[in-house]
């Protein structure tokens, strides 16, 4: 079974500019979780998107948004790029079940510099 | 709100020593207990989770024990080998709910 998917890998935007980030979740997941990982701030919760519905939010700006396919699929995008944004971003997905401790799975991530 | 609290690191240590990295955290509900590991360039994978009181997660020799009364979650290993040699972070999530809160993990280094 594969993993969960991101693209792109890597990339390099100029600040201002907008990008937006895919991630494919396992099959048959049907929650999909992103996070930004700096050095600075560690790991921080984006948002939750569970059957196209945004559940959970974290405290971002509101230039982070984010949204879910009825595939499951996800995109995440950031407008208006700050040097501050450079981070990684991860994506997870879990077979959202209820109840406790549902596995969450994460991908390699998409390394995004602001220059 | 909730939050996570892990030892300081860097953490070095010789192959064959004993590992334990702490990890304590706050939550107002009852939530489920993580370990991840984070490998250079990687993304973050599970090393062993728990979701009730005096639960062990174990996994590849790691060991933790969900101690509700010391609200703790310690990361220990009898033996470290070169390959552990990554960041670990320690996390935990609300009871039916997908959003994990991270601690600001701790970077172990093996020597050989």
């Known amino acids: 079974k594969a993993g969960v998917t991101q693209t792109p890998r890597y990339l390099i935007k100029t600040r201002g500019q907008q990008v937006t980030l895919s991630c494919s979740p396992i099959?048959?997941?049907?929650?999909v979780s992103w996070y930004q990982q700096t050095p600075g701030q560690g790991l921080q919760f984006l948002f939750e998107?569970?059957?196209?519905?945004?559940?959970n939010k974290g405290n971002f700006p509101g230039r982070f948004s984010g949204r879910q396919f009825s595939n499951s699929r996800s995109e995440m995008n950031v407008s208006t790029l700050e040097l501050g944004d450079s981070a990684l971003y991860l994506c997870?997905?879990?077979?959202?079940?209820?109840?406790?401790?549902?596995?969450?799975?994460f991908g390699e991530g998409s390394w995004l510099t602001v220059v | 709100g909730n939050s996570v609290t892990q030892m300081e690191g860097p953490v070095t240590l010789s192959e064959e020593a004993f590992l334990t990295i702490n990890c304590t955290y706050t939550?107002?509900?009852?939530?489920?207990l993580f370990w991840y590991v984070q490998y250079p360039g990687e993304g973050l994978q599970l090393l062993l989770k728990?979701?009730?009181?005096?639960d062990k997660g174990s996994n590849k020799g790691f060991e933790a024990t969900y101690r509700k009364e010391t609200t703790s979650f310690h990361l220990e290993k009898g033996s470290v080998q070169v390959s552990d040699s990554a960041v670990y972070f320690c996390?935990?999530?609300?009871?039916?709910?997908?959003?994990?809160?991270f601690g600001t993990g701790t970077r172990l280094t093996i020597i050989p």
């Open positions: 997870a997905s879990s077979f959202e079940q209820g109840g406790a401790g549902n596995t969450i799975y």
């Open positions: 099959s048959g997941h049907r929650s």
């Open positions: 998107y569970f059957s196209e519905t945004q559940r």
């Open positions: 939550a107002t509900g009852y939530p489920s």
């Open positions: 728990a979701t009730k009181a005096d």
């Open positions: 996390a935990l999530s609300d009871f039916g709910n997908e959003k994990l809160t």
